[in-house]
């Protein structure tokens, strides 16, 4: 028998059973090995006996970015400094950076997680795997290199950028998957237009690291790349990295491992539950991580839960793709604006492509939303006054607010090999 990293249980009831011994350690772990973690605790007068059901997740306090910072450089640790074997660090976009460290389990926990989105892709011994995110501090690089060699197929870790190496690999090495951000897959793949390597490559899976990305950039990518394929991997520091999930061939959301953390969708103002199906904040716990267990972090991403089972008849359940950060969630004329809101309207628009920009701005002491889109390269400029009009049209019956739109040349909206930013607000205070 091929070896398989999915989970041991059989049913969602086995899998609800052994979240509960896991979360019950958990709980003991981080109250017993952390004094940040008991004083929270005792604050709030829960101890880990009072958790006999999954459901009593609900009485423990929350645990938030900021939270990581008050131990810097050693956040939320909860075993002795010499059990720990690695840290890693993300640049927080404000404020300090964020540390976490990993014991030798939480590392081999990572690379069998990652091996399970390997496997989901249908990756696995015999594949070659250009690896082109950061290495370093960076959770990405590592996470993505050992998950494919416990899933035994042939890590090619060139790194970042560079694109006239990672043409040259392509082409040499005839690898099959490549694994980077939307941003990067979309600069490489005009590279490859612009070259004329369209259909040439050996690109069957791309397999992007966390990164809100619209239906229209990537169907732009499979275009230019040629592959079958493309998979969503989500992931964050705090939680391990990326790995911690993956859509399966399907495509019907992002199945994630229930059988490593426990996943809520809160509204991110009363912290309450929404109703399934709704679009609230990821709230993380995890039920095996040693040195910096989570419980109850805030993510700040937002996405829904995916009712139902999937076709592919995993018991593991789905969330849906990012929608933005809850921070990135802008008030315009008393509404409550996601990004991907609006990504998700530009991807179902024919005429634009997936690169846009919001601008809010004040005019006459009125607060004005303008979205500008880029057009689909090729199309006749004659038809960007309808094109913006359908796309107001839109916004106006989803958001149901008002918004100028302009459609620009496309190529003249900023790209980066990173994340890319969406929303510029410059109405001061
Ligand atoms: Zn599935």
Redesign the pocket.
């Known amino acids: 028998m091929t070896k398989t990293f999915m989970p041991e249980q059989e049913s969602w009831e086995q899998l609800r059973w052994a979240q509960l011994d896991m979360l019950q350690w958990s709980v003991r772990h981080a109250y017993q090995g952390s004094h940040f973690y008991r004083r929270r605790f005792d604050q709030v007068g829960v101890a880990p006996a009072n958790i006999r059901t999954v459901d009593d997740l609900r009485s423990l306090p929350f645990t938030t970015a900021h939270d990581l910072q008050e131990d810097y450089p050693f956040p939320l640790l909860s075993v002795p400094h010499d059990q720990l074997v690695r840290i890693h660090s993300s640049s927080g976009t404000t404020g300090r950076r964020k540390i976490l460290g990993y014991t030798q389990k939480d590392v081999d926990d990572w690379a069998d997680m990652f091996a399970r989105c390997y496997e989901m892709a249908g990756v696995g011994p015999g594949d070659r795997v250009q690896i082109m995110v950061g290495y370093g501090l960076w959770t990405a690089g590592v996470g993505f290199q050992a998950g494919c060699e416990r899933a035994g197929a042939m890590a090619v870790p060139v790194g970042p950028g560079n694109l006239e190496l990672q043409i040259q690999f392509l082409q040499d090495l005839q690898s099959n998957v490549i694994c980077c951000t939307a941003s990067m897959a979309l600069l490489l793949a005009e590279e490859l237009e612009k070259r004329d390597l369209v259909g040439k490559t050996n690109i069957q899976t791309v397999i992007l690291g966390s990164e809100v990305c619209g239906d229209a950039m990537r169907a732009r990518i499979l275009e230019l790349t040629g592959a079958t394929d493309l998979y969503d991997i989500p992931g964050m520091t705090e939680l391990y990295g990326p790995g911690t999930g993956l859509d399966?061939r399907?495509h019907?959301g992002i199945?994630y491992w229930a059988d490593y953390y426990l996943l809520e969708i809160l509204d991110p103002v009363t912290l309450e539950p929404v109703p399934e199906g709704e679009i609230g904040e990821m709230v993380v716990t995890t039920l095996r991580k040693e040195a910096a267990p989570l419980i109850r972090y805030r993510t700040r991403d937002l996405t829904r839960l995916i009712p139902g089972q999937?076709?592919?008849g995993?018991i593991l359940p789905?969330h849906d793709r990012l929608m933005g950060r809850s921070d990135d969630m802008f008030k315009y004329r008393a509404v409550n604006i996601y990004p991907g809101q609006i990504e998700s309207i530009l991807s179902k628009t024919e005429g634009v492509s997936c690169e846009y920009n919001v601008r809010l701005t004040m005019a006459d002491g009125k607060h004005q939303m303008t979205v500008l889109a880029e057009r689909v390269p090729g199309a006749d400029s004659a038809a960007d006054a309808a094109v913006a009009q359908n796309i107001a049209d839109s916004i106006k019956k989803e958001i149901m607010v008002t918004a100028e739109v302009q459609v620009v040349d496309y190529g003249s909206l900023p790209r980066s090999e990173r994340k890319s930013k969406r929303v510029y607000d410059e109405r001061g205070t």
């Open positions: 399966c399907y019907t199945h999937c076709e592919c995993s789905r």
